[in-house]
């Protein structure tokens, strides 16, 4: 089992909506030390980035990722305009070319692109650990930023993926 990181849409943008992201420092963080690890394990590193409106504009401030999480040389950047990584993209192709079938994924925002590229990423036939502790969102008007992140780590673990803390994400597959 070949095993690659996916960070989703970890960009200045998220930053400066107008709503606040729960704990998105913190986030941040947790997904820098994890992709300090895949990268010292030599893991292969997928980069999703949302283009679209609202700040999310090709070569606009928030298009840009956020510097703790940077792509290095090297490392792949998807380009997306819908909520899933897979969708209308060479995602899908690039990670078969790769040989990788167990995809770890972290990024924003929990119920949009991460929920969908989760999903995507079964319907794929691969297997999925989530960080559990590395995803987040913000409060909706029906339900808080922790309620919804709670909500679908509960979905999602043993159902459609494992759920792994950020300290616990090893990297000690192939």
């Known amino acids: 089992m070949v095993s690659a990181l996916v960070i989703i849409d970890v960009q200045q943008g998220m930053f400066a909506l107008p709503y606040r992201l729960h704990d ?15 990268r010292t394990k030599g893991r292969p590193i997928f980069h999703v980035r949302h283009e679209g ?13 956020h510097q703790a999480v940077a792509p290095r040389d090297g490392e792949v950047i998807i380009d997306k305009r819908r909520s899933s990584a897979f969708h209308e993209t060479d995602f899908h192709a690039r990670l078969q070319s790769a ?18 590229t989760v999903r995507g ?4 036939g691969y297997k999925v650990a989530v960080i559990e502790d590395g995803h987040t969102t913000y409060d909706t008007t029906v339900l808080t930023a922790p309620q919804i992140i709670a909500h679908h780590n509960s979905i999602w673990g043993g159902r459609f993926a494992e759920l792994v803390p950020a300290e616990k994400v090893s990297f000690s597959r192939p």
Request: glycine share 14%.
């Open 24 to 38: 998105g420092e913190k986030i941040v963080e947790r997904l820098s030390a994890v992709l300090h690890r895949a």
């Open 53 to 65: 409106a609202g700040g999310f504009e090709r070569d606009a401030p928030g298009w840009f990722h």
């Open 99 to 116: 040989g990788i079938d167990h995809l770890v994924i972290g990024g924003m925002q929990t119920q949009m692109c991460v929920e969908s």
């Open 121 to 124: 990423a079964v319907t794929h």
